[in-house]
């Protein structure tokens, strides 16, 4: 059965908007844009690092406008903690970016984020499992709640 | 005042911000959808639409945009947005 015959089509429409990273926690992190957000708005965020990248579901917190930078909204998110839904999750279709080391970023933040790859010694970029033990910890593996559109548990 | 409970680490990269914006969908086909958005979209972009549906089922598409136009809803201003389907990129039936 294709999908555009499924009874109570529901859509979401996932705009890509990138940015440069900041800073970076377990919380959350902050980068700069030329887009504009709204606080409360939900979605991914995916950091893309030399030597790994994360994904997590986040919530936009707060939005500083800066008139006349290069980037002028200042966006600061907060990481959820609801599993990334599969197939949304960081790609390998774009080459890393050379600027600072990730996985000493994630490292430092602690078990809290959803490390998603890095470099194998041999250079292979290589899968990496989430290691979600502390009690507040973002990304679990929990599946996905069947039936429930995925803008609905966000919402929640 | 700083609410933030964990260190904060600085660094520099790429980052990219998947925003999730929910659409009301007017017409689908296998090759067109048309949706009502809360927000425009440029004709000619690309973006990724996840589809829902009851029981659980999921569809992950790869739409681009072919046609934008604004229009009153409920006294509310929305976009109809037109987009052709490129591919699909993952279907979950549960």
Redesign the interface.
Known sequence: M???T????????????????????????S?E?STR?ASG??????????DASIAEV?RVCDVTERPGAAAPFL?R?EFLPIAL????GASDR?AM?P????A??VE???P?LTLVRRRGSNGEVEKVGSAHGAPDSHGSAAPE???????ER?KK | MDR??????????????????????VR???RE?T?I?R?R?ATGSE???????????????RVRTTGSQPQLVGGQLRYRLWMQVLS?????M?
């Open positions: 294709s999908w555009w499924w009874p109570g089509l529901r859509g979401a429409v996932l705009e890509q908007i990138p940015g440069r990273l900041l800073d970076i926690g377990a919380g959350g992190c980068l844009t957000l708005t939900f979605g991914f965020v995916e950091v893309q690092g030399p986040a966006v998110l839904p599969a197939g949304l774009r970016t600027e600072g080391s990730l000493a970023a430092k933040a602690g809290s709640l069947p039936g429930e559109p995925l803008a966000l | 933030r409970r964990h260190g904060r680490y600085h660094t520099e990269g790429h980052v990219e911000v998947q925003v999730l914006r929910d659409v009301d969908i689908a086909s296998a959808i949706v958005s927000s979209a973006m990724r639409m996840r589809i829902t549906a009851a029981g659980g089922r999921q569809a992950t598409l699909e990129e993952s279907e979950v549960q």
